[in-house]
């Protein structure tokens, strides 16, 4: 059964600091997603991670796959407040999709 | 253009009563999925169209659950006798690409409360 773990589950850093969220998964994949959730929000895309090795940023995020760890991970370089927020990765098998439990991001001035 | 919708925003009902959420995708995209966010479930998968192939239905929780997709375009996720636990935010995306390899751009959501 395809089974996907973040962690950490809340995460509070202040400004300009860096970070980073993991999300490990059971099986192999076929693609790995990461959304963003804003309070009360809906789900925002973030990046689609294809291949093992694929790494793709936007600002302060990177996100990065090992397929071969089942491994992928959210970098957050010199935190803001604008990134606070629910941070979801998502695996998809077979189109069998599962989330992780998600990592409440807050940064704090 | 105009992003994915979703009607009705919200919804109550009573349990037993039968449901019908709409999703109206981006114009042109060819793929659209449907999900549910719950407390008690989180972020679930429901089911995938591509095009105006048959879907894969097995992401769906029970045999209450039924979708379809008209013409390659809208879709509605139907609920029959519905359950206090099918309360949830029912979110659609849609995408350009099937196969999932493009950006997903996502709807509001329907909050379904079933009373």
């Known amino acids: 059964e395809l089974k996907v773990e973040q962690n950490p589950l809340f995460l509070s850093m202040q400004e300009g600091k860096n970070y980073t969220i993991y999300c490990n998964y059971s099986t192999t994949s076929d693609r790995l997603y990461w959304y963003r959730q804003d309070p009360g929000k809906s789900l925002e895309s973030l990046f689609v991670?294809?291949?093992?090795?694929a790494v793709k940023q936007e600002g302060r995020l990177m996100a990065s796959l090992d397929t071969k760890a089942r491994l992928s991970t959210l970098h957050i370089t010199a935190a803001v407040h604008d990134l606070s927020a629910t941070y979801f990765c998502a695996v998809d098998r077979l189109n069998d999709m599962r989330f992780g439990a998600g990592t409440r991001l807050t940064v704090k001035p | 253009g105009a992003g994915v919708s979703q009607s009705p925003s919200n919804k109550v009902t009573e349990k037993g009563k039968d449901v019908e959420l709409r999703c109206d995708p981006i114009s042109g995209h060819t793929a659209l999925y449907w999900y549910r966010q719950s407390l008690g479930q989180g972020l679930e998968f429901l089911i995938y169209?591509?095009?105006?192939?048959?879907?894969?239905k097995s992401g769906l929780p029970s045999d209450r659950f039924s979708a379809e997709r008209t013409g390659g375009s809208v879709s509605t996720l139907t609920i029959q006798r519905t359950q206090q636990e099918d309360s949830a935010v029912y979110l659609c995306a849609s995408s350009s690409i099937a196969g999932g390899a493009d950006t997903q751009y996502f709807g509001p959501g329907t909050r379904l409360t079933v009373l």
């Open positions: 169209f591509q095009g105006n192939s048959a879907p894969d």
């Open positions: 991670l294809l291949s093992n090795g």
